[in-house]
């Protein structure tokens, strides 16, 4: 990865940071809504950058901000919320292989998948 590309996202990811910790969590008598909620949004994002013919950094970006917040509103303690928590983490890791985000995905596909939201192909 170039250099330039290293440190934005690196800004991206210090400035998300900050914003996702004054965010806080939703209570445990949401947990599951929010969860469902939580997969419901990343199915649409899935299926949004599926949908590019040709991505670029600025979608990039966006798909990891919207990643990460998923990460951030699912319900702690949860299987959801630690595997969207990896999948940030591996998605924001500038030397991260590509063999990292996959299976994170995989395990997210799988957590909302058990919740009942349905994904495209």
């Not at 990865?1 to 004054?22: C, D, N, Q, R």
Request: net charge neutral; aromatic share 6%; with cysteine.
């Amino acid at each position: 990865m170039k250099p330039t590309t290293t440190a934005a996202l690196t800004a991206a990811a210090a400035t998300l940071a900050g914003v996702l910790a004054a965010c806080g969590s939703p209570s445990p008598a949401q947990s599951q809504p929010a969860n469902v909620r939580v997969c419901q949004h990343y199915a649409v994002q899935r299926a949004w950058v599926l949908s590019l013919t040709k991505g670029n950094m600025t979608d990039a970006l966006k798909f990891i901000s919207y990643v990460a917040t998923d990460a951030m509103q699912a319900e702690p303690g949860t299987a959801v919320r630690a595997d969207f928590g990896q999948l940030a983490a591996a998605q924001q890791a500038p030397d991260s292989p590509d063999s990292a985000v996959y299976a994170a995905s995989q395990a997210v596909l799988r957590d909302c998948r058990a919740l009942g939201v349905h994904f495209t192909p």
